[in-house]
């Protein structure tokens, strides 16, 4: 027979994702009995998926206090706060050490897809009782698992957007699944063949598109015949190109910079005002046949681009079908949590600007139900693993009733302002795979073109020609350097 005792039933974390483990990680700190229910065969399988992408922040803020504490004690080399780590080395030199921790690794099962939550024997149309009847979480298979309150660290990977404008799918967009690429492509691995001598289209203006887009550019470097259109919804790009210099995080300054180097210099095509309507297929072979993407302006026109693949980079949404029988109070813009929203919003906010926020305002009608991490989110783009780190501690400490560190806050983001050429440099080239010394061969040789140059982007152009960088990776270099020093107001060298 189950014991129904609220202080004897675990905490059901779903997802063995960094926010999932982090969560596990600050529960086990506390002696909170927990359980973690993972959908996949292994830890952090979504990170998994884009393992080749390397992050624009580095360690320092994609690692877990508690987590770091339980690593340490079992021996763990932490890896240099400055470097930028891929997601292939977030899972191996982080998340698959943290969930092999004798402290987590008995409370984590796999292959355990949570399918629907409700509460034991009641519906939610149901008052009496509530808060005293534990949850029940139903799985694929049938089980159900008791748990005191539930963390949903699922995230949204599961979940991607449509290649239509409007959020709905495209018409014809089911048909052409084949030819339609979500999330990140690893475009020099497994997926080099869809794209090298090919025409492809990027739909999405985010990070992950600006990521596919240079990764395309570096492609067509050795691929001739590699063709890149960029498809946004707006008439101007420069939201994607981001905070440039100025830019908390240079990595992500430098992906800004360098797309917009690309747009400028032709060799990524941009078809701005393009609100996909349509996806026509040309033929019945992916492998080799077309689809054409049609754009309808809101006054019936229509113009179309015909392409070999089609990336959508369009981001990711929550799927709350598996808590249909709680009681949930979700922003009607967002879906996430109604106190969340405003501080969370994109019109406003920055992932370097969201306040820290904890258990208070995750809350919902629902007592002990917690969406946390990407999920929490709902379809706001300005998520930190930081930020869901501090989520799951929140949390994590009002579980175990320690109500004042709970209502703490023990975050400090990412400030806004100018970033160190140097800092901003590093991240590029790191991304570029250059070394630290090639990089900073590069400066040397820079500062020799400068008197001679027009610009500051020429004379990195000028330096990585000399040094044998190629051109993809000198245009990016360029454009960085171009937004630090060109710019009205910035410091002349």
């Known amino acids: 027979m189950v014991d129904l ?34 959908a996949g065969d292994a830890a952090a399988t979504a990170v998994q998926a884009w393992s080749h992408i390397q992050l624009f922040s580095p360690w320092e803020f994609n690692t877990d206090p508690a987590a770091r504490r339980l690593l340490a004690a079992a021996g763990w ?55 005293a009847a534990p949850f029940v979480l139903r799985l694929a298979d049938g089980e159900e698992v008791l748990a005191r309150a539930v963390i949903d660290a699922s995230g949204t990977w599961r ?12 018409h014809g967009e089911k048909d052409a699944a084949a030819w339609i690429n979500h999330g990140l492509p690893d475009v020099f691995g497994a997926d080099r063949d869809q794209h090298a001598g090919r025409h492809t289209v990027v739909v ?70 393009f609100r996909t309507h349509a996806v026509r297929r040309l033929g019945d072979d992916p492998s080799r046949d077309q689809v054409e993407l049609v754009s309808r302006a809101l006054d019936g026109t229509e113009r179309s681009v ?8 369009t981001g990711f949404r929550p799927d709350y079908r598996i808590v249909d029988e709680l009681r949930l109070e979700l922003d009607p813009i967002m879906s996430a949590p109604r106190a969340l929203a405003p501080l969370i919003d994109p019109n406003q906010h920055s992932c370097g600007t969201v ?55 023990e975050l400090q983001l990412p400030e806004t302002g100018v970033c160190s050429v140097t800092a901003g440099g590093e991240a590029l080239a790191l991304r570029l795979g250059l070394t630290k010394d090639q990089h900073e061969q590069l400066l040397h040789v820079t500062a020799k073109h400068l ?39 910035a410091p002349g060298c």
């Open 5 to 38: 005792g609220s202080d004897r039933l675990p905490v059901a974390v779903i997802g063995a994702g960094p926010v999932g483990l982090a969560a596990a990680a600050h529960l086990a700190e506390r002696s909170v009995p927990f359980v973690v229910l993972e």
């Open 77 to 131: 080399e932490e890896p240099d706060a400055s470097a930028l780590p891929t997601g292939g080395d977030l899972v191996k030199q982080y998340l698959q050490p943290l969930a092999e921790l004798p402290a987590l690794a008995s409370h984590i099962r796999y292959g355990a897809e949570v399918t629907a939550i409700s509460r034991l024997g009641i519906d939610r149309l149901r008052t009496a009782d509530r808060d």
């Open 159 to 170: 979940q991607p957007n449509h290649v239509g404008a409007n959020g709905l799918p495209a």
């Open 204 to 273: 999405g203006a985010g990070h992950s598109a600006a990521n596919t887009l240079l990764a395309l550019a570096e492609l067509a470097d050795t691929a001739p015949g590699t063709t890149i259109t960029w498809a946004i919804r707006g008439a101007d790009p420069a939201a994607s190109f981001g905070g440039g210099s100025d830019d908390e995080l240079p990595a992500r300054g430098a992906i800004g910079s360098g797309l917009k180097m690309l747009v400028e210099t032709g060799r990524v095509t941009l078809a701005a005002n």
């Open 306 to 313: 015909t392409a070999d693949r089609v990336v959508a980079a």
């Open 355 to 409: 306040t820290p926020h904890g258990y208070r305002e995750l809350a919902h009608p629902e007592p002990g139900y917690y969406a946390v991490g990407m999920k929490s989110y709902g379809r706001a783009p300005t998520f930190l693993m930081l930020t869901g780190y501090e989520q799951v501690r929140s949390i994590a400490a009002a579980l175990a009733g320690d109500l004042e560190a709970a209502q703490s806050v």
């Open 451 to 489: 008197g001679t140059s027009a610009t500051a982007s020429d004379a990195v152009l000028s330096a990585a020609t000399e040094l044998g960088i190629d051109q993809t990776a000198a245009l990016q270099l360029a454009a960085y350097a171009a937004d630090m020093f060109d710019a009205p107001g």
